[in-house]
């Protein structure tokens, strides 16, 4: 598969997904972050897709705010700390 065509794949899985707040936290880290991966961080996040929804929300929300939350596994932690700091980038105070 061409790095494009899996460029394409991995961004479309990461909007449709089962729950509307992971699309809304790995679709734009996709559309902005995605390409700058190399191949086996690309390789982990496509693992990290296969992952439950509620526990990815899990996992990242304890990284980004002060709610305590599950860790995550720690062969995901660096790419869950970064997905997490590009959510908490976004979010503009109120």
């Known amino acids: 598969m061409s790095e494009d065509t899996e460029l394409k794949r991995l961004r479309m899985r990461s909007w449709r997904r089962g729950i509307k707040e992971m699309d809304l936290i790995l679709g734009p880290f996709a559309d902005t972050a995605l390409a700058a991966l190399d191949a086996p961080a690309r390789a ?43 959510a908490a980038s976004r979010i503009v105070p109120g």
């Open 44 to 86: 982990l996040f496509d693992a990290l897709l296969e992952e439950n929804d509620h526990d990815l929300y899990l996992w990242l929300t304890a990284r980004i705010g002060p709610n305590p939350g599950a860790p995550g596994p720690a062969r995901y932690g660096d790419l869950l700390d970064r997905i997490a700091a590009h």
